[in-house]
């Protein structure tokens, strides 16, 4: 038996339908719906129109109706495409250290940085990682985000990183929105490891990719290419193998140096990530490839540092997803809608192009294509906001946030319940 749900009238529904993948964006090709509704038909959009169009077809269809008289703007539920939000203990150390005048790569060097979450996550129990992941996450979702990647990348050992992983997909089952899990055992070279950051890597790739295969805990890889991680050339069998294996690459690129984007060209892969140090050459090289460019403005406020070029990246006509970055080291924040806010105000975005990057262009990033759009098939993932006009959403810089979300056609946060 089907179940039908009609929603509306929405002040207005910003579908984004029909909007191209990659390049600049100007805020005449969004498509509004004034006085918009939204028929589900079980977990995804079945009609999307017109109130007036719409209402009498769900009446007939005895759909259960809410009735939102006009009072809310309606747009897809937002896709956060990078996070760590799997972690345990905190690093407002590193913070204070950074304001101090130290930076990031020098905290690292004298014991801070990553190696410092990496002990405090592996003290703690799975039970303990998933109770972080499930608080975290849903922080984000009442912040509107619907799909929330999150990366292991703290264990660094091939038990302690299926811990996290299997954390993950616990947190997952518990949680109404759909987190996406990512294998990031590269994010550096364990200090404890006694070997190569050659013989570390064919260790992860040869038994810690094969067994998340077998319990299917992720089907993406990620990499931190950076002076202090990997390098280019250490890093390349290790892609090699995993993309064999049928893995999704993704990589941690250009954040202080250049390198990464080269690597994620080179192997498809699907989004290269931080951006903050590429130069012309990287902007053309993601331009003319499929690798999405993904800007993470948490990091960039995080770390007090410059925001990825996104105006540069767009015009040269690379696609541009937004990602909270989400991590107890450089962007502790987690605040999707206030930190993509901030970079369409420092990089000149407009506000199609900052809702693209963290709709459609962050769903491509995670190679989905069953959401990001309110669309007839799409999933019924939607943030509704107590407004008039959709600039506003964007304008409050995260103040303004969602009055509901829905997930899947289900109402799955209300401000007030
Ligand atoms: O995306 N750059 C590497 N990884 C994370 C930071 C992780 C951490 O500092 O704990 C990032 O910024
Ligand atoms: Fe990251």
């Not at 964006?25 to 977990?43: T, W």
């Not at 060097?109 to 990553?114: L, S, V």
């Not at 699907?270 to 999405?292: G, R």
């Amino acid at each position: 038996m089907k179940s039908y749900a009609y929603i509306g009238p929405f002040s207005e529904l910003v579908t984004m339908q029909q909007l191209p993948l990659k390049g600049a964006l100007s805020d005449d090709a969004l498509q509004i719906i004034q006085q918009g509704g939204i028929l589900i038909e079980d977990h995804r959009i079945h009609a999307i129109g017109t109130h007036k169009e719409l209402y009498p077809v769900a009446k007939k269809l005895g759909a259960a109706i809410t009735h939102i008289e006009g009072t809310k703007v309606g747009i897809p539920g937002l896709i956060d495409a990078h996070t760590h939000i799997c972690y345990s203990g905190s690093r407002a150390r590193d913070y204070s250290l950074r304001n101090a005048g130290k930076t990031y790569l020098e905290i690292a060097k004298a014991g801070g940085g990553i190696w410092d979450t990496v002990t405090q996550t592996r003290k703690a129990s799975r039970d303990k990682l998933v109770k972080g992941i499930i608080l975290r996450a849903k922080r984000h979702m009442r912040h509107g985000i619907t799909t929330l990647e999150v990366k292991s990348g703290y264990g660094l050992s091939i038990a302690e990183e299926l811990k996290m992983l299997r954390a993950i997909r616990e947190a997952n089952k518990a949680l109404p929105i759909d987190l996406i899990s990512t294998c990031l055992a590269a994010h550096m070279l364990p200090r404890d490891y006694k070997g190569t950051q050659e013989e570390y890597l064919e260790e992860m790739a040869s038994v810690l990719l094969p067994k998340i295969k077998e319990e299917n805990l992720s089907h993406r890889v990620d990499a931190f290419i950076e002076e202090g991680a990997f390098s280019k050339a250490t890093i390349s069998p290790y892609f090699k193998k995993a993309a064999q294996l049928g893995f999704d690459i993704t990589v941690h690129a250009d954040q202080f140096n250049v390198g990464g984007t080269e690597v994620a060209v080179r192997f498809n892969a699907l989004s290269a990530d931080h951006l903050e140090a590429s130069t012309a050459a990287e902007i053309q090289l993601l331009a003319k490839s499929n690798v999405i460019a993904m800007a993470l403005p948490g990091a960039s406020l995080g770390l007090g540092c410059n925001f990825t070029p996104a105006r540069k990246l767009l015009d040269a006509g690379a696609t541009l997803a937004i990602a909270s970055d989400h991590n107890p080291g450089s962007a502790p924040m987690g605040n999707l809608l206030t930190q993509a806010s901030l970079l369409g105000a420092f990089e000149k975005l407009t506000n199609a192009e900052v809702l693209s990057g963290i709709t459609f262009r962050a769903a491509a990033a995670l190679g989905l294509k069953d959401r990001g759009v309110l669309a007839k098939g799409y999933k019924a993932d939607i943030a509704l906001f107590d407004t008039q006009e959709y600039r506003e959403i964007l304008y409050n810089q995260g103040s303004l946030q969602p009055s509901m979300v829905i997930k899947e056609g289900k109402l799955v946060y209300s401000e007030s319940s």
